[in-house]
């Protein structure tokens, strides 16, 4: 998961507003980033009157792995869900470091959000998601992009 797998840019991507010498740093950290599979969740029974099908509000399925760096550990999720691409980190300094990363590889996110803690059940400490939609045009960041380099920082020290 070094690498972007969908490797697109946003429409109209903007260079990060990063420093550049402070980009390079974190890119050569993420270089040291140590990667582990998360064990899949045991799922309940399944009932036999079970619908067929699933519903639009079914949740994609993710490619989840461990980030380790530092003796810190972050939870990174990556799916996809129609014409988005999302990653979804631990809220904390190596799941911001991993997210500048894609962001220097994807451009800008259309959306940034974090997720409180409780609010996803693979992320008790809470998370932060950032979306790409090459459909869609300007961001929306609930939360702005200088505080995950600010947080991202921290997996530097």
């Not at 989840?64 to 980190?89: F, K, M, N, P, W």
């Amino acid at each position: 998961m070094a690498a972007s797998e969908g490797g697109f840019l946003t429409p109209e991507s903007k260079p990060l507003p990063i420093e550049p010498g402070l980009l390079e740093r974190f890119l050569d950290a993420e270089k040291g980033v140590a990667w582990r599979p998360v064990p899949p969740a045991p799922r309940p029974p399944r009932s036999r009157t079970r619908r067929k099908g699933t519903g639009a509000r079914a949740r994609a399925e993710a490619d989840s792995r461990i980030a380790y760096y530092h003796d810190e550990t972050a939870r990174i999720e990556r799916r996809s869900v129609g014409t988005e691409e999302i990653l979804t980190v631990t809220s904390g300094p190596v799941g911001a470091l991993v997210l500048v990363g894609e962001c220097a590889r994807r451009g800008l996110p259309t959306s940034l959000e974090a997720r409180n803690a409780g609010d996803l059940p693979e992320f008790p400490e809470g998370a932060l998601e950032a979306r790409w939609d090459a459909h869609r045009g300007t961001g929306k960041h609930a939360i702005p992009f200088g505080d995950v380099v600010q947080l991202a920082r921290y997996a530097l020290a």
